[in-house]
């Protein structure tokens, strides 16, 4: 019998990202409870708190009005990017002096396969710890670390001794884990999902382990196959290190060639709006508009436009590559194929504000 290689994989997520930032390079926010969010007091929502915040009820995605009543007393900050992504940038350097193989799912989170590094003398459980102590030294911030043989497993993990915890999840400990853990702490059950779940008595991940393959697929599709192995300690996910797309495009050709703005206009907004959801489903934003026609006779023409904040919304898209549209359209050619991508791609850190609570 062939003995696979058992992988192992650490998942590093920052404590209390933003706001411990903001206490790292102000000493008097030290120790106080710091919430960082949209300016905007009645629509704006909390970027994260600190764990002190959190003491008074204060979460990501709450209205920034609900914390001012919960913590009346906090110091409310408005987020500063630029700083977290350098800091981000910081801290993947450390990753990439261990290994190559990471894969970053946001600014203060990524896997590590550091599989090749462990030896009898050096575990995984050390390498976690040396990465911490690293990330500390370097920036001064804490992070969580989780280790185990999936992706999954090593986040689960890292979200369980938080802030500074290094958790192991090992063949031994996976099961009974698993099995207490809420369902909605499963990574890949999202809200919808878990209300779902919770409907049918599916509280814990024991109850989703009592449920047979047939019976999740089912209830819940293709994703069945996945939760059933979930439930058990199996993940087969790759670490995927290229998975920060450049563009998001799209485009279409008609069946006849069309001439009317009106009409060209309408196909760019509903474009505008399947970039927008891709954009939305990556957690992407882009600084780059651009827009495509070719023409009856193939000639094919682009023209785009750089922005000093990234966009995602449809409109945004489309308020910039409505512009774009009417400087390259020839009043007299009929169109054949029209297109809208986005490009210059970042992380869109600002996940459920709108990019006005910022400027
Ligand atoms: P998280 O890692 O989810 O949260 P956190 O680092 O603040 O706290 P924890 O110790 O629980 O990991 O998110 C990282 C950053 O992303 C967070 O500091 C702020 C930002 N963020 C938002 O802007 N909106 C959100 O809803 C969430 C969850 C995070
Ligand atoms: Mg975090």
Redesign the pocket.
Same mark, same amino acid.
């Given at each position: 019998m062939v003995k696979v290689m058992e992988k192992r994989i650490i998942h590093v997520?920052?404590?209390?990202? #933003?706001?411990? %930032?903001e206490q790292n390079d102000n000493k008097a926010y030290r120790g106080k409870p710091v919430i %960082? $969010?949209g300016r905007s007091f009645s629509r704006g %929502? %909390?970027?994260? /708190?600190s764990?002190e915040a959190r003491k008074y009820g204060v979460?990501? /995605?709450m209205a920034m009005k609900v914390a001012h009543q919960k913590c009346p007393d906090g110091i409310f900050l408005r987020?500063r990017f630029d700083r #977290?992504r350098e800091i981000s940038a910081q801290i993947r350097d450390i990753f990439l002096s261990y290994t190559d193989i990471v894969e970053p799912l946001?600014?203060?989170?990524a896997y590590l396969d550091i599989t090749h590094l462990v030896n009898r003398k050096r575990s995984a459980r050390m390498i976690a710890l040396e990465i911490q102590s690293k990330i500390y030294e370097t920036t001064g911030l804490t992070s969580?670390a989780g280790v185990s043989y999936n992706k999954y497993l090593a986040k689960i993990a890292? $979200?369980m001794n938080?802030?500074s915890g290094t958790t192991v999840i090992d063949y031994e400990n996976v099961q009974e884990l698993l099995w207490s853990l809420d369902i909605g702490d499963f990574p890949g059950v999202g809200k919808v999902t878990e209300e779902t779940m919770k409907s049918k008595g599916i509280l814990t991940g024991k109850d989703l382990y009592d449920w047979s393959k047939d019976a999740l697929i089912l209830e819940f599709g293709k994703r069945g196959e996945s939760l059933y192995n979930k439930a058990r300690g199996i993940g087969t996910a790759m670490l995927q290190k290229d998975r920060i797309r450049q563009s998001i495009g799209k485009e279409t050709t008609f069946s006849y060639d069309r001439n009317e703005d009106e009409e060209l206009l309408r196909v760019l907004l509903s474009l505008s709006g399947e970039v927008s959801k891709r954009l939305k489903d990556k957690d992407m934003a882009g600084r780059v508009v651009t827009v495509k026609i070719r023409n009856r006779d193939f000639s094919t023409h682009t023209k785009q436009t750089m922005l000093s904040n990234p966009v995602y919304q449809t409109e945004e898209i489309y308020e910039f590559a409505s512009k774009l549209y009417m400087d390259l359209k020839d009043p007299v050619t009929p169109v054949r194929l029209i297109g809208v991508t986005v490009s210059g791609l970042e992380t869109r850190? #600002?996940?459920?504000?709108t990019i006005y609570d910022f400027i």
């Open positions: 997520d920052m404590d209390a990202f #933003y706001a411990q %930032v %960082v $969010g %929502v %909390v970027s994260t /708190a764990y979460h990501s /995605a987020a #977290y946001s600014l203060d989170e969580s890292s $979200g938080k802030p850190v #600002y996940r459920n504000m």
